[in-house]
C-alpha cells in the first residue's frame, strides 16, 4: 500500500495475513470497525498487542450479526473465555472462519461449536430443540418440533447414541450443498 | 471463575429420553475423539488436551504416525486455533523453514503464489458488489440466478469473441483492405433462376420500412455481416497460406459449439464437486434445512423476518409431506385405481395442451413466412406488418407464459407430494419451451425443403424453395433474429406495464385492492427456463447470423440491470425457498439440454441440406461439410489417412463399445462402494453401542 499506518507493525500484518484469511487493507477494515463499536476502550495504537475485549453485547449489534438468531452462541464460541468478550485477535478470527474463503472442514468444527448450546461436545436433543426455537422465532408447536429433532437425529446419528457427536455432524454437513454459501458473513 | 462449558455434564447418571441410564459424561468428555475437538485458548489445556510447548496441536481428525508432514501441509489459516497459538505455530516453521533445501522452498513459493493468485482472481469478478447485495436482501436463492445470467455473459462473450475473430472481422479487414479475393466453388451447371439473389432492390418505399428493417432483419440488414449471405465462398491469398473464408466459417462455428459444451461441462463438474452426493440427497433434508437453512449473509431488514418465514413453512410442509406419505401407503386398491385413471386423464390433458400449442406455432410461422413472401413491406401499415412478421414469436411466447399457469393448476388435481409436485411442473415447462423451439424450426424445414419431397414444383430446380426463400439461411437467421428482439421487446413492455404499474397500485392503492395483488414475487424457475431459452435461439441462430451471440450478450447485460432494478423496486423475497446450490446445477443441466436440441439443426444443415446456391461462403457446393473434405485432400498423405480413419466406423463403434464397457465398470464400482458404506455405517452403530456399555461398566466398577 504504501501509506504509513501506525496501528500495527509490519511483522503483526504479516502475522495477520498468514494465520487468517484477509489481506492487509481487510484487517485494517476490520481493526476500525472494531474501534467505532467503543472508541474509549479501543486504543489505536496496537503494536504493543494491548489486552482489550469487547464484551458481548457491543459484538451482537453489528450490523451483520443483529439479525442473526446464533449471534451468541457464535460470539461464545470464539471467545476464549466462553462468555463472548472478543479480544480484537479473535474478532478477526471469527471473521475469517466466517469469510467464503474459508475451507469446509473449519466451518464444520466451528458450526458445531455454535449449535451445542449447553457445550458438552454433543449436539442433544435439547441442543436441537433450542436450535430449532431460534430458527422459527418459537412458532412451531412442541409436537411439530419434537418431530423435527426426531427426524434429525434419525437422519444424521451414526452409532445410535441418540446425539450427535462431531463424527456425525460432520459426515452430514459435508453433504449439505449450500452449507458453504450460508455459513458464510460478508464485512 | 469457572467457565460454562465445565457447568455441564456433572457427575451422576442422568436419564435421557429414551429412559436408558447413560454413564456420566464426564467420563465421556475424556475420551480420545472428544479431545479432538479443542476449545479456544486456556479452556483447551483443562481438557487434558496436550498444549505445551514442544507438541504441535494436529488438526482436528488426528491421525496416528503423520506428524510435521501433514502438520505443513496444512495452511495455518485453517487450523482451529485461536491467534496466539497461530503465532506460535508460525514462528516455529520460520525457524524451521531456514533449514529447508531450495526445491522445498521453491514449493512453498509456489503454493503461496498460487493461494494469492486465486484470491486476486475472486476480486476481479465482475458485478461483485451487485451480487453482494442482492444476497444480503433475498438471500442466495435470487443471486443463483444472477450468478447464472453472470456466466451466460462471459459465455457469450467468449463465443462472440471466436465468431467475430475469425469470421466477422478478417471479412471485414479483406473488404477493407481490397485484398484480391479467388472464388471457389463455381458450378456451371446450376441454373440460372437459383442465382438470383437481390434484397435491396426495392424501388421507392415509405419511412416505416427502415424500422421494420431493423426490427427483422431484411432489407438493408439483410446483406450486411449480421446475416450468413454476405459472406463470400472464397480464399485470400496470403505468402505461405491461404485464408479459406467457408472453412473458416464452419470451423468456427463448429469451434464455438464445442467450446460451449466444454465450458458449461467444466463448470458443472465444478458445482457438483461441491455438493458431495454419498447417497441419496432425499435422506437429509431435515438436518440440512435445520443446520444448513438459515443465510449468516442476510442484511438486517424485512429479509431476516421472511427467511424466518420461510424456513417455518418449509419445516411444516416436509412434515405434511411425510403425513401424506403415510396415508398414501395405505390407500386400498380401489382408491389408488381411481388416484391412476385421474393422473393418466390428467397427463392426457397436459399432452393434448401441448399438441394444440405446437399447433399453433407451426400454423403461424407458416401463415408469417407466406404472409411476408406474398405481400411487398410497403403495403401493409408499420403495425400489421410488424404484427405479421413477428407472429411466431408472439405465439410461442403467448404459449410459454399460458401453458405454464394451466400446468400449475393440473399438477394440484394430481395429488403428488410437493417435492414431486415441482420437480413435474418445471420439467413439462422446459419440455414445452424446447420444443415450441424445434417446431418453429421445423415449421421452417418443412417451408424450405417443400415438406421433405425434392420432387416436389418448386423445390425441383434448386433443391429448396427458390420463390420463398432465394437464401434460406438467412431466412433462418432471421428468425432467430425477431425471437431474440421480440424477447427484450417483452421483457421491456412487461417491466414498464405491468411490473411498476403493479408496484404503484400496491403501495398506493386501496386497501382490499393491494391485498388481493401482493407485492410481487421474484421467482427463480421461470426466469431461468426464460434465460435458457434464450440462450438456445442464439445457439441456434449462430450457425446463419454470426454476430448473434454478441448480440445476445449485450442483451443479458442490459437485462441484469433491468432486472436488478425491478428486483429492488418492486419484489418481495420469495415465501418458498429454492436451495441454492443444488438448483445451480439443474440450471445448468438444462442449459446442457437446450445445447443439445441446438446441436440437432446445425448437424442436419452441416450435414444434409444443401447451401443456397445464390447468396453464403458455401455456394456451389453439395453440402457445407464438403468444404473439410476438400480441405483434408490438401493435407499430406499420413494426416488425410488418420483423419479418414477417425472418420470412419471402423474407429466409432469400437470407441463407443469401450466408453459403455467403461461406464458399467463405473457403475458397477459406485454399487460396490454404496454396499461398503451401508456395512460401516451398521459397524459404526455396533461400536457405538460397545462404547455405551463399555463405559458403563467401567464406572460401575470403579
Keep these: 500500500m504504501g501509506n504509513k499506518q501506525t496501528i500495527f507493525t509490519d511483522e503483526q500484518l504479516d502475522a495477520y495475513q498468514d494465520c487468517t484469511f484477509f489481506t492487509r487493507k481487510e484487517i485494517l477494515r476490520l481493526h476500525g470497525r472494531y474501534h467505532e463499536m467503543a472508541p474509549n476502550i479501543v486504543p489505536m495504537d496496537y503494536t504493543k498487542d494491548p489486552d482489550v475485549k469487547l464484551p458481548i453485547q457491543l459484538i451482537i449489534n453489528m450490523p451483520e450479526l443483529k439479525e442473526n438468531p446464533f449471534k451468541e452462541r457464535i460470539v461464545e464460541a470464539f471467545s476464549e473465555d466462553g462468555d463472548g468478550n472478543l479480544s480484537f485477535n479473535d474478532f478477526v478470527d471469527m471473521f475469517s472462519v466466517l469469510s467464503e474463503m474459508a475451507p469446509r472442514e473449519l466451518k464444520a468444527i466451528y458450526a458445531f461449536k455454535i449449535y451445542d448450546f449447553n457445550t458438552d461436545n454433543f449436539i442433544c436433543k435439547s441442543d436441537l430443540e433450542k436450535t430449532l426455537n431460534k430458527l422459527t422465532r418459537e412458532e412451531l408447536t412442541a409436537e411439530e418440533i419434537t418431530l423435527v429433532c426426531e427426524k434429525v437425529i434419525e437422519e444424521a446419528d451414526m452409532d445410535g447414541d441418540g446425539k450427535l457427536a462431531f463424527a456425525d455432524f460432520e459426515n452430514m454437513i459435508s453433504k449439505a450443498p449450500d452449507f458453504l454459501s450460508t455459513f458464510h458473513i460478508r464485512i | 471463575m469457572e467457565p460454562r462449558w465445565a457447568q455441564t455434564g456433572r457427575d451422576g447418571a442422568d436419564d435421557d429420553d429414551w429412559g436408558q441410564q447413560q454413564p456420566p459424561s464426564s467420563l465421556f468428555l475424556q475420551l480420545p475423539s472428544n479431545a479432538t475437538l479443542r476449545f479456544r485458548g486456556n479452556v483447551a489445556k483443562a481438557w487434558g488436551a496436550a498444549l505445551d510447548e514442544g507438541e504441535p496441536p494436529g488438526a482436528p481428525q488426528e491421525r496416528d504416525g503423520e506428524g510435521a508432514r501433514e502438520q505443513e501441509s496444512v495452511p495455518l489459516k ?32 509456489m503454493r503461496h503464489l498460487w493461494g494469492q493468485v486465486r484470491g486476486a482472481l475472486l476480486y476481479a469478478q465482475v458485478w461483485r458488489g451487485s451480487l453482494h447485495r442482492i444476497e444480503g436482501h433475498f438471500g442466495t436463492g435470487i443471486q443463483s440466478y444472477f450468478n447464472f445470467l453472470r456466466f451466460l455473459v462471459l459465455l457469450n462473450l467468449g463465443g462472440a469473441l471466436l465468431m467475430v475473430g475469425f469470421v466477422v472481422a478478417p471479412n471485414a479487414a479483406f473488404e477493407g483492405l481490397q485484398l484480391n479475393q479467388t472464388q471457389q466453388g463455381q458450378n456451371s451447371m446450376v441454373n440460372r433462376s437459383c442465382l438470383q439473389y437481390d434484397p435491396t432492390e426495392r424501388g421507392l418505399v415509405s419511412y416505416f420500412t427502415y424500422l421494420m428493417d431493423l426490427l427483422s432483419g431484411t432489407g438493408f440488414m439483410e446483406l450486411t455481416h449480421l446475416f450468413y449471405g454476405y459472406y463470400p465462398n472464397s480464399a485470400v491469398d496470403f505468402v505461405g497460406f491461404s485464408y479459406n473464408i467457408p472453412l473458416a466459417y464452419l470451423l468456427s462455428v463448429l469451434g464455438y459449439f464445442s467450446v460451449c459444451l466444454l465450458w458449461i461441462v467444466h463448470r458443472a463438474v465444478h458445482l457438483l464437486k461441491r455438493s458431495l452426493v454419498g447417497e441419496n440427497g432425499e435422506l437429509s433434508t431435515y438436518s440440512h434445512k435445520v443446520f444448513a437453512g438459515w443465510d449468516f449473509c442476510l442484511a438486517p431488514g424485512t429479509a431476516a423476518a421472511m427467511k424466518h418465514n420461510s424456513l417455518r413453512y418449509e419445516l411444516r410442509m416436509d412434515l405434511e409431506e411425510q403425513t401424506l406419505r403415510r396415508v398414501m401407503a395405505q390407500r386400498s386398491p380401489g382408491q389408488r385405481l381411481a388416484l391412476f385413471s385421474l393422473r393418466g386423464a390428467l397427463n392426457l390433458l397436459v399432452l393434448g395442451l401441448l399438441g394444440a400449442a405446437f399447433y399453433g406455432v407451426y400454423r403461424a410461422t407458416e401463415y408469417s413466412q407466406r404472409a411476408q413472401q406474398d405481400t411487398s413491406p410497403g403495403q401493409q401499415g408499420l403495425v400489421l406488418g410488424l404484427l405479421v412478421a413477428y407472429l411466431p414469436s408472439i405465439v410461442i411466447t403467448a404459449a410459454n407464459q399460458l401453458v405454464p399457469l394451466a400446468f400449475g393448476l393440473l399438477v394440484r388435481l394430481e395429488r403428488y407430494p410437493l417435492s414431486l409436485e415441482i420437480r413435474l411442473t418445471l420439467l413439462r415447462t422446459v419440455f414445452l419451451r424446447l420444443s415450441s423451439l424445434l417446431v418453429l424450426l421445423f415449421s421452417l424445414w418443412t417451408q424450405i425443403t417443400c415438406h421433405g419431397d425434392p420432387a416436389a414444383d418448386s423445390c425441383r430446380i434448386c433443391h429448396h424453395n427458390h420463390q420463398q426463400h432465394p437464401c434460406w439461411e ?85 437485462l441484469f440491470y433491468l432486472k436488478k432494478l425491478t428486483l429492488f423496486s418492486n419484489c418481495r423475497p420469495a415465501d418458498r425457498t429454492f436451495r441454492a446450490s443444488s438448483s445451480s446445477f439443474f440450471f445448468l443441466l438444462v442449459l446442457l439440454l437446450g445445447l443439445a ?106
Excluded at chain 2, 90 to 97: F, I, K, P, S, Y
Excluded at chain 2, 649 to 666: D, G, H, N, Q, R
Design chain 2, 78 to 109: 485453517q487450523l482451529p486455533l485461536c491467534m496466539a497459538e497461530k503465532r506460535i505455530l508460525r514462528l516455529r516453521e520460520q525457524r524451521v523453514a531456514w533449514k529447508r533445501s531450495r526445491w522445498e522452498q521453491w514449493q512453498v513459493g
Design chain 2, 474 to 558: 438467412t431466412s433462418v437467421g432471421q428468425e432467430m433474429y425477431k425471437l431474440l428482439v421480440f424477447d427484450l421487446l417483452v421483457l421491456l413492455l412487461v417491466l414498464l406495464l405491468v411490473e411498476f404499474p403493479r408496484k404503484l397500485l400496491v403501495t398506493h392503492g386501496p386497501a382490499p385492492l393491494a391485498r388481493l395483488l401482493g407485492q410481487q414475487e421474484f421467482l427463480v424457475p421461470p426466469n431461468v427456463l426464460d434465460l435458457v431459452y434464450g440462450q438456445t435461439v442464439c445457439w441456434v441462430g449462430t450457425a446463419f447470423s454470426p454476430l448473434l451471440p454478441l448480440l445476445h450478450a449485450a442483451k443479458l447485460i442490459l
Design chain 2, 597 to 702: 436440441i441446438a446441436w440437432v439443426p446445425l448437424l442436419y444443415s452441416v450435414f444434409v441440406l444443401q447451401p443456397s446456391q445464390a447468396c453464403g461462403p458455401f455456394r456451389g457446393e453439395p453440402t457445407m461439410w464438403s468444404t473439410l473434405w476438400a480441405a483434408i485432400d490438401t493435407l499430406p498423405l499420413v494426416a488425410r489417412e488418420f483423419l479418414q480413419f477417425v472418420g470412419s466406423l471402423a474407429f466409432a463403434v469400437p470407441l463407443f463399445l469401450l466408453l459403455c464397457i467403461l461406464m458399467f465398470y463405473l457403475m458397477a464400482l459406485d454399487h460396490s462402494y454404496s454396499c461398503l458404506v451401508k456395512e460401516l455405517k451398521g459397524q459404526l452403530r455396533l461400536e457405538g453401542q460397545d462404547k455405551v456399555f463399555l463405559v458403563t461398566q467401567i464406572t460401575e466398577l470403579s
